[in-house]
C-alpha cells in the first residue's frame, strides 16, 4: 500500500529517507498504537502475580502505574537505539521495540505473591540478563543453527500456551476475585465486557482496513471501556481519581525497587535472550525482505540484538521489564511500504513523553481487568497461532515427532503440574534445589533445552519400527531423512 505523495518507490524503500513531517507524525504514531496494548500488559500480568495488581487491593497498587510508565518509557529508547543507533547498537531499520511476553513465564514464578519486594531479584534478572542478551550479538549469527523452527516454534507455542489461562481468569473478573471466592467471579457482567472486546477487535481485524484493522485490539478495548463505563463496571469517579492521583511529569527512579542477584532469575533470562535473539533475527529479516526486498546484512543482525540486551539492561535499572522486537510491526511495514526509520523514531519519541506523564498510565490502569482480559485473549492466542505457524516450517519427520514430543510432554506435563498446585500442597519438584525448581516451573526452558539437545545428538534418521513402537501406529509416513527443521 504505497503512496506516491509519501515518496517514490525509491524513497520508501530507504530506511534514511525521510517522509514530510505531516506524513510522518502519523506514520510513527500508527506504530505505536499497533503495539500499545502488548507493550503495556507484561507489566499488569507481572504486578498481578506479584499481588499488587487489578483488583488487589494492596498498598502497593501505585507501583502498578510505574511499572506501566517505564514499560511506555523504555520501549522508546530501545526503539531509538534501534533507529538512530549507538556505534554497533542498533540495526538502523524501522525497528520497534517493546516489552516480550516471552519471559513472562519466567517472571512469575520470581515474584509470585511477593508484592514489590519480589521485583528485586527479578530487575537484577533482567539487567543481568540483558548484558548477556547484548553479547549474543557478537555470535547470534553463529548460534542459529542450534534453534531451528522445531525448537523456536515449541517455545513460542508454550509461552502463549502458559498464557492463555491469564486471559480467561482476567475476563472472569481477575485473580483476586477468584483468589478471594467472590460471587461476582465469572458473572454475565465480567464475562460481557470481555466479549464486546473481542467481537469488536475481530469484527475490525476482518472487516475492517488500513489502521482500524491494524489495532483492532486497541480499538476493541476502547469499546469495552466504554461498556464497562455505560454498565457501571468503571465509574466516572475512579477515573478521575486515577488522573488525578497520577503527576503531570516524572522521570523514572534508578534502582527504585533494589537489587538482587538470584541465579533462577539470571539463569532463566540468559537462556530466554537465546530465543528472543532468534525471533529479533527474524523480524529484522522480515523488515528488509518485506520493506526493501533484500537480505538483512550480518550488521543490521548484530546491531539488532545489540539494541535489544542494551535497551533491556537499561530498563532493568529503573524498573523496566525485557524489550525485544515487535513482530507486528514488521507487518505494518510491509502494509504501509515506507521502511523509513525516521518515522519510526517519531513513533520512538512519542512513546517516551508518554512515559514521562504519569497520567497517562493513569488512565491505563483504570482500564478494568475484564475488558484487559477480552484483549489479551486474542493477544496470547496468537502467540499460540505464532508457534504453530512457525513448526509449520519443520519437515515432520519421525525423528522431529519424537523430539517435539518428549519437550512438549516434560515442558507442558511440568507446567500443567507445577503452576496449578494449591499453595502448600506437594508437586512434582519441591525436592529439587530452590534454582532448579524455579527454571523448571514454567516448563519452558525444561522443554526448550530437550529440544536442543535432542535436536543437536539425535542421528538424522530413525527406523520406522523406533518410532512406530512409541506413537501406537500414529507416527507421520514422509519427509523421511530430512533434517530436524529448517534453519
Same mark, same amino acid.
Given at each position: 500500500?504505497?503512496?506516491?505523495?509519501?515518496?517514490?518507490?525509491?524513497q520508501?524503500?530507504?530506511p534514511?529517507?525521510?517522509?514530510?513531517?505531516?506524513?510522518a507524525?502519523?506514520?510513527?504514531?500508527q506504530?505505536?498504537?499497533?503495539?500499545?496494548?502488548?507493550?503495556?500488559?507484561?507489566?499488569?500480568?507481572?504486578?498481578?502475580?506479584?499481588?499488587f495488581?487489578?483488583?488487589?487491593?494492596?498498598?502497593?497498587?501505585p507501583?502498578?502505574? =510505574?511499572?506501566?510508565?517505564m514499560?511506555?518509557?523504555f520501549?522508546?529508547?530501545?526503539?531509538?537505539?534501534?533507529?538512530v543507533?549507538?556505534?554497533?547498537?542498533?540495526?538502523?531499520?524501522?525497528?520497534?521495540?517493546?516489552?516480550?511476553?516471552?519471559?513472562?513465564?519466567?517472571?512469575?514464578?520470581?515474584?509470585?505473591?511477593?508484592?514489590?519486594?519480589?521485583?528485586?531479584?527479578?530487575?537484577?534478572g533482567?539487567?543481568?540478563?540483558?548484558?548477556?542478551?547484548?553479547?549474543?550479538?557478537?555470535?547470534v549469527?553463529?548460534?542459529?543453527?542450534a534453534?531451528?523452527?522445531?525448537v523456536t516454534?515449541?517455545?513460542?507455542?508454550m509461552?502463549?500456551?502458559?498464557?492463555?489461562k491469564?486471559?480467561?481468569?482476567?475476563?472472569? %473478573?481477575?485473580v483476586?476475585?477468584?483468589?478471594?471466592?467472590?460471587e461476582?467471579?465469572?458473572?454475565?457482567?465480567?464475562?460481557?465486557?470481555a466479549?464486546?472486546?473481542?467481537?469488536v477487535?475481530?469484527?475490525?481485524?476482518?472487516?475492517?482496513r488500513?489502521?482500524?484493522?491494524i489495532?483492532?485490539?486497541?480499538v476493541?478495548?476502547?469499546?469495552? =471501556?466504554? =461498556?464497562?463505563?455505560?454498565?457501571?463496571?468503571?465509574?466516572?469517579?475512579?477515573i478521575?481519581?486515577?488522573?488525578?492521583?497520577?503527576?503531570a511529569?516524572?522521570?523514572?527512579?534508578?534502582?527504585?525497587?533494589?537489587?538482587?542477584?538470584?541465579?533462577a532469575?539470571?539463569? %532463566?533470562?540468559?537462556?530466554?535472550?537465546f530465543?528472543?535473539?532468534?525471533?529479533?533475527?527474524?523480524?529484522v529479516?522480515?523488515?528488509?525482505?518485506?520493506?526493501a526486498?533484500?537480505?538483512?546484512?550480518d550488521?543490521?543482525?548484530?546491531?539488532?540484538? =545489540?539494541?535489544?540486551?542494551?535497551?533491556?539492561?537499561i530498563?532493568?535499572?529503573?524498573?523496566g521489564?525485557?524489550?525485544?522486537?515487535?513482530?507486528?510491526?514488521?507487518?505494518?511495514?510491509?502494509?504501509?511500504?515506507?521502511?523509513?526509520r525516521h518515522?519510526?523514531?517519531?513513533?520512538?519519541?512519542f512513546?517516551?513523553?508518554?512515559?514521562?506523564?504519569?497520567?497517562?498510565?493513569g488512565?491505563?490502569?483504570?482500564?478494568?481487568?475484564?475488558?484487559?482480559g %477480552?484483549?489479551?485473549?486474542?493477544?496470547? %492466542?496468537?502467540?499460540?497461532?505464532?508457534?504453530?505457524?512457525?513448526?509449520?516450517?519443520?519437515?515432520?519427520?519421525?525423528?522431529?515427532?519424537?523430539?517435539?514430543?518428549?519437550?512438549?510432554?516434560?515442558?507442558?506435563?511440568?507446567?500443567?503440574?507445577?503452576l496449578?498446585?494449591p499453595?502448600?500442597?506437594?508437586?512434582a519438584?519441591?525436592?529439587?534445589?530452590?534454582?532448579?525448581?524455579?527454571?523448571?516451573a514454567?516448563?519452558?526452558?525444561?522443554?526448550?533445552l530437550i529440544?536442543?539437545?535432542?535436536?543437536?545428538?539425535l542421528?538424522?534418521?530413525?527406523?520406522?519400527?523406533?518410532?512406530?513402537?512409541?506413537?501406537?501406529?500414529?507416527?507421520?509416513?514422509?519427509?523421511?531423512?530430512?533434517?530436524?527443521?529448517?534453519?
Amino acid at each position: 500500500m504505497t503512496d506516491d505523495r509519501i515518496g517514490t518507490p525509491e524513497q520508501l524503500r530507504d530506511p534514511d529517507y525521510t517522509p514530510a513531517l505531516h506524513r510522518a507524525i502519523p506514520l510513527g504514531i500508527q506504530h505505536v498504537l499497533a503495539m500499545f496494548v502488548s507493550n503495556v500488559t507484561p507489566a499488569i500480568i507481572v504486578a498481578g502475580a506479584a499481588g499488587f495488581g487489578f483488583g488487589s487491593n494492596s498498598p502497593d497498587f501505585p507501583e502498578l502505574l =510505574y511499572l506501566i510508565q517505564m514499560s511506555m518509557l523504555f520501549a522508546g529508547v530501545a526503539t531509538l537505539l534501534q533507529t538512530v543507533t549507538l556505534g554497533p547498537v542498533g540495526a538502523a531499520l524501522p525497528i520497534v521495540q517493546g516489552t516480550s511476553f516471552a519471559f513472562i513465564p519466567i517472571m512469575i514464578p520470581l515474584v509470585a505473591g511477593k508484592g514489590v519486594d519480589g521485583l528485586a531479584a527479578m530487575f537484577g534478572g533482567v539487567m543481568l540478563g540483558g548484558i548477556f542478551h547484548a553479547f549474543l550479538g557478537t555470535i547470534v549469527g553463529r548460534i542459529r543453527f542450534a534453534l531451528p523452527p522445531l525448537v523456536t516454534g515449541l517455545v513460542v507455542t508454550m509461552i502463549g500456551l502458559a498464557l492463555v489461562k491469564v486471559g480467561i481468569e482476567y475476563a472472569a %473478573g481477575g485473580v483476586p476475585a477468584k483468589v478471594g471466592g467472590s460471587e461476582s467471579y465469572g458473572s454475565w457482567a465480567s464475562w460481557s465486557a470481555a466479549l464486546v472486546v473481542l467481537t469488536v477487535t475481530l469484527g475490525l481485524k476482518f472487516f475492517a482496513r488500513g489502521m482500524l484493522s491494524i489495532s483492532a485490539v486497541l480499538v476493541g478495548i476502547a469499546a469495552g =471501556y466504554v =461498556y464497562a463505563l455505560a454498565t457501571g463496571l468503571l465509574t466516572v469517579g475512579a477515573i478521575a481519581s486515577s488522573w488525578n492521583g497520577a503527576a503531570a511529569f516524572a522521570l523514572p527512579d534508578p534502582f527504585r525497587y533494589g537489587f538482587e542477584f538470584s541465579a533462577a532469575a539470571v539463569i %532463566g533470562f540468559c537462556l530466554m535472550a537465546f530465543v528472543s535473539a532468534v525471533e529479533t533475527v527474524g523480524d529484522v529479516s522480515g523488515i528488509t525482505k518485506g520493506g526493501a526486498g533484500r537480505e538483512a546484512t550480518d550488521r543490521e543482525i548484530a546491531g539488532a540484538t =545489540y539494541a535489544d540486551g542494551i535497551g533491556t539492561a537499561i530498563a532493568g535499572i529503573f524498573g523496566g521489564l525485557p524489550n525485544t522486537s515487535f513482530s507486528q510491526n514488521v507487518g505494518l511495514i510491509a502494509m504501509t511500504g515506507v521502511m523509513s526509520r525516521h518515522v519510526v523514531t517519531i513513533g520512538a519519541i512519542f512513546l517516551i513523553l508518554c512515559g514521562l506523564m504519569p497520567k497517562v498510565g493513569g488512565v491505563i490502569r483504570t482500564v478494568p481487568i475484564e475488558v484487559l482480559g %477480552g484483549g489479551v485473549i486474542v493477544m496470547f %492466542g496468537m502467540v499460540v497461532a505464532s508457534g504453530v505457524s512457525m513448526l509449520s516450517d519443520v519437515d515432520w519427520t519421525r525423528r522431529n515427532m519424537v523430539i517435539f514430543a518428549v519437550a512438549l510432554s516434560f515442558g507442558l506435563g511440568l507446567q500443567l503440574e507445577v503452576l496449578n498446585v494449591p499453595a502448600g500442597a506437594p508437586n512434582a519438584l519441591q525436592h529439587l534445589p530452590d534454582t532448579l525448581r524455579i527454571l523448571g516451573a514454567s516448563g519452558i526452558l525444561p522443554a526448550a533445552l530437550i529440544a536442543i539437545v535432542l535436536n543437536l545428538v539425535l542421528p538424522q534418521d530413525l527406523a520406522e519400527e523406533s518410532t512406530e513402537e512409541v506413537s501406537g501406529g500414529m507416527a507421520g509416513h514422509h519427509g523421511e531423512g530430512v533434517q530436524g527443521g529448517r534453519a
